[in-house]
């Protein structure tokens, strides 16, 4: 972010969003002093209206909101803040102050997976695919996309959603055995869809789309 923000008018209102599942956790408040402290250590830190002080947040609790990008509005006036945060963000316990549902989102799967690879379950069929290793996890991948193929030529709309459920979550056991963060996945994505947005003549490969 290299525009300055705008602390003429006062105090700026700053929105705290969850930089992976996209939830509002909160709103809070920065003076100048505040903002600073937040860039330079990367943890956010409002300006306590109540305490009339310097505020980190999670200060007492230990839920610190780790910055990962900050974005101006259009006047310079109001902040937004990608977070991670570390904890529930409201005093209440919920993980936003605005009691939202926490959407789902595809990297659900890779974290659901880790859980299960994690627990002290014996009964885990995600331990399981992974102790039995590749061949095995492949195998179920391929019979995984086989059945979406079959649904589609049967044009079973709920067939093909619950396989397609299936087929995500094969994925996400194959990429946890190699080691491939979705991340690298989502990045790919992000290029290509890059390329294709500025993409003028006709496509001739997959970059494209």
């Known amino acids: 972010m290299t525009q300055q923000p705008d602390f003429s008018k006062g105090l700026l209102p ?9 939830q509002v956790l909160m709103l809070g408040y ?21 305490k009339e002080r310097l505020w980190v947040k999670g ?7 780790e910055v990962v990008s900050m974005h101006l509005d259009c006047d ?9 945060p570390n904890g529930p963000t409201c005093h209440t316990g919920s993980q936003s102050c605005f009691n939202t549902t926490v959407p ?12 299960s690879l994690n627990s002290t379950k014996n009964n885990s069929y995600t331990k399981y695919l992974l102790a039995e ?9 391929g019979e995984e996309a086989f ?20 087929l995500l979550y094969h994925l996400f056991v194959l990429l946890q055995a190699l080691d491939i963060d979705f991340a690298s996945v989502e990045q790919v994505l992000a290029e290509r869809h890059k390329k294709s947005n500025n993409f003028k003549g006709e496509r001739s490969d997959i970059d494209n789309w």
């Open 76 to 84: 310079q006036d109001t902040l937004l803040i990608e977070v991670k």
């Open 59 to 65: 200060e007492t609790s230990g839920h610190t909101q």
């Open 147 to 166: 059945e979406v193929v079959i649904g589609s030529m049967k044009q079973d709309k709920n067939e093909v959603t619950n396989e397609t459920a299936d």
């Open 30 to 50: 920065m003076d100048k002093a505040a903002y600073d402290k937040t860039i330079a250590d990367q943890i956010v830190c409002f300006y306590s209206r109540s």
């Open 133 to 141: 290793g590749l061949e095995k996890i492949t195998k179920k991948f």
């Open 104 to 115: 789902f989102y595809v990297q659900n799967l890779a974290e659901t997976i880790v859980d």
């Open 14 to 22: 700053v929105i705290l969003q969850d930089s992976t599942t996209k």
